[in-house]
């Protein structure tokens, strides 16, 4: 690549920059927010297909939460997907404005110099034009000034065919820009519409935690609802195939070194839980992690996923299979980012912390199981 002189503008290094990677970087920035446009599609069909799953499947407390989980996601994934579609709009509108900017400056050049040159052409008329440029006949001049009508001709022709272009090109910008115009008061009326269906969606949902807080009667149901849940999570576990094989090194020689599965405090430790009104005792056979909503969790030691969906009373879980009878639980999460049937490494990003299926707002519940049966994770996580 040759070098640029050291007398080479700054604006033209910018402008050639610009010109070089500006194009590629639009491009790259469409083509991701092509993909993420088609994933939301999926996510939303997949939402729909839960919602309308939970509403013939679940019943009771723990399944309203659930199917109120899972129309706060869709409504979420409808509000991201009409946002970007907002966004594309706004650059295309933008793109028309500039084009046709540009269209009408060359036409306000052009306008002048047309304007003089049809007002000679109507003065004088073809004949004259004609008679100007040729002279007398006798001189032998008069073929080159034939030639230059002839090309002075073709000239007008081609300005007035550039001007009549232009104004088409025009009054097409102007016409996609009041579609695209159009376009954007509705997506942005559809916006405010999803925004406020989802607020209105975590109303609802903090509403009905707020009667399960506050009611005993409501209390003992959705915890009778989550013991159910937790037998039921055991015979889940209790299905999967031992991933041994598929694991290298053995969980057991790493206990008491494992990392934690995220940053935050232990706000309900293994063993039993004693409701601070209600007086209570709830088995918890795991541990809350109050981490913040959005942080990442991680895998605390290679493994096979398992399961990677929602699941009654614990929302968006995970559950890894380290193999040699242990098993590994994450639940609650806002996003998931692995799938069933997937290999993980130490320390990988499995999800984001969220309240999907939480009682009591984000956090990450977390669960080891040894042989089918939950076992304390602080011996097998690193002091810290």
Known sequence: MRRLSRGTPGALVIALIFWAGGPWLISRADTAR??????????????????????????GLLGDVARMDAGIALRRAELEEVSLRLRDTEEKLAGSERDIAIVAAGQARRAPQLAARLREIYKR?????????????????????????????????????????????????????????????????????????LTAGRASRASLLARIRGDREQHEQAFGELEEAARSLGRLVLSFEDASARVGLNVRKFRGLLDWPAEG???????????????????????????????????????RVAYAAPLNGYGL???????????????????LLVAAGENVVRGQDMGRVGDSGSLRGPYLYFELRDAGRPVDPSSWLRRR
């Open 34 to 59: 092509a993909r993420r446009l088609d994933a939301l599609q999926d996510e939303m069909k997949r939402l729909q297909g839960e919602m309308a799953g939970l509403a013939l499947r679940e019943r």
């Open 317 to 335: 879980t995970v559950v890894v299979d380290h193999g040699h009878g242990v098993v590994s639980i994450y639940a609650h999460a806002a996003v």
């Open 265 to 303: 405090v232990v706000s309900a430790k293994f063993g039993t839980v004693v409701h601070p009104r209600f007086k209570t005792e709830v088995p918890h056979p795991g541990l809350d992690i109050d981490a913040s909503e959005g942080k990442p969790f991680r895998t605390i030691f290679d493994g």
């Open 125 to 197: 008329g073809p004949a004259g034009l004609l008679a100007r440029a040729i002279g007398p006949l006798q001189n032998t001049e008069g073929l080159d000034g034939f030639r230059y009508a002839t090309y002075l001709s073709r000239r007008d022709a081609g300005q007035l065919a550039a001007w009549r272009g232009a104004a088409r090109e025009l009054a097409e910008e102007r016409a996609t820009l009041s579609v695209e115009r159009a376009r954007l008061s509705s997506l942005r009326s559809s916006a405010s519409r999803k925004e406020a269906e």
